[in-house]
């Protein structure tokens, strides 16, 4: 490695830009499906439940109060939270902006869990908001208006990987909820849940799901992971990059498996020549493969800040750089080049070592 710096300058450099692909590419799916579902997935209820219209849409669930009782009598529902949910038209430092409003019981189910600043709300009129829109009007302190005409909401706190539906998210009581649906309805007399929380306490959440969809007609229950990935355009987002990923995954390691692959090879003469004279064969592999680590991790290391920086271009839609996809990344790519540079040893090592010190169609 010393003789040849510039060759192993070269894998190096060509390792880090592999790997940083497949990290950037993942980072974006992380953050896309965020924007789209982050709100309810950073909610603290376990299990909710839907009107069985809705098809896994929030925007469009309402459940009814007989619904609701319904659902309180099934064995294992230890209490039930309303959760209200609808896009409004705002005021926000001074522009019109659609914002996501998520109104919940304060102090019960619902509320955000990833606050990074500020409180939850404690009173009407207060809100957490997600924190990657605070530069658009929603930062600690503004005011929120509801057009037309409506009250005001006050910021008061704000969470990480809060939006919904590619929005800004506030989460408010589910009175301030109300008045916020009436600004839009001023003739209703009642304004219906969006979905209902459900208290557990301690049961399995999967399997109280499955009881209330058993028991209760027109709704559908659903842990939060279910909701969450059957929201509408999260799968459409994950099976595009799914297949993106996919080829990354296949050509990527097979390419750097194939750099490796080449420079043994083309060390064959001098390993089969240190064989000549005596070089254990078990010695001259551990410092192909000694090689290949070095190489590999050094590329990983060099990734790291340049996935780090390449990230603050789109930390817009709230990506934000995770050590679990660079130790998994890390880890395939170094197995397979393992494999590939052992494949080449081997048929390397195959080689007679008189071959080395003779021409080719020598016969002695």
Not at 73 to 102: E, M, S, W
Not at 105 to 112: N, S
Not at 294 to 323: D, E, F, M, R
Request: hydrophobic letters at 50%; proline letters at 4%.
């Amino acid at each position: 490695m010393r003789r040849a710096k510039l060759r192993f300058g070269l894998v190096t450099g060509a390792v880090s830009l592999l790997v940083l692909l497949i990290l950037f590419q993942q980072a974006l799916l992380t953050g896309l499906v965020t924007q789209f579902i982050g709100a309810l997935r950073n909610q603290s209820a376990e299990l909710l439940v839907y009107g069985r219209d809705a098809r896994h849409n929030l925007e469009g669930s309402v459940v009814s109060a007989a619904q609701r009782d319904a659902v309180a009598a099934v064995p294992g529902v230890a209490g039930l939270d309303p959760l209200g949910q609808g896009t409004f038209t705002v005021t926000a430092n001074g522009k019109l902006r659609d914002a996501v409003i998520f109104g919940y019981r304060l102090g019960g189910l619902g509320q955000p869990t990833t606050l990074v600043r500020g409180r939850l709300p404690s009173a009407a009129g207060e809100a957490v908001a997600s924190e990657k829109d605070k530069g658009d009007g929603f930062a600690i302190g503004s005011k929120v208006r509801v057009e037309p005409g409506g009250g005001e909401i006050t910021i008061v706190g704000l969470a990480r990987d809060a939006n919904y539906a590619v929005a800004p998210v506030l989460f408010v009581s589910f009175t301030t909820y109300e008045a916020a649906r009436r600004v839009r309805n001023p003739d209703a007399t009642a304004v219906s849940p969006s979905a209902l929380l459900v208290r557990t306490d301690g049961a399995d959440p999967a399997t109280l799901a499955r009881a209330i969809n058993a028991q209760v007609p027109d709704v559908e229950a659903l842990t939060r992971q279910q909701a969450v990935d059957l929201s509408p355009g999260v799968n459409s987002v994950r099976q595009s990059f799914a297949i993106v990923l996919g080829l990354f995954y296949l050509v990527v390691p097979l390419v750097t498996g194939l750099f490796f692959l080449i420079i043994t090879y083309q060390k064959a003469g001098s390993l089969t020549l240190l064989r000549a004279i005596g070089a254990r064969g078990a010695t001259l592999v551990t410092s192909l493969l000694t090689q290949v680590v070095i190489v590999v991790v050094a590329g990983i290391v060099l990734a790291v800040p340049l996935y780090v920086g390449a990230l603050q271009g789109v930390k817009n839609i709230g990506v934000h750089p995770t050590a679990a996809p660079v130790i998994v990344t890390g880890a395939v790519l170094l197995v397979v080049a393992l494999l590939a540079a052992v494949v080449a040893s081997v048929r390397v090592l195959r080689i007679e070592p008189v071959e080395a010190t003779t021409g080719q169609g020598v016969r002695v």
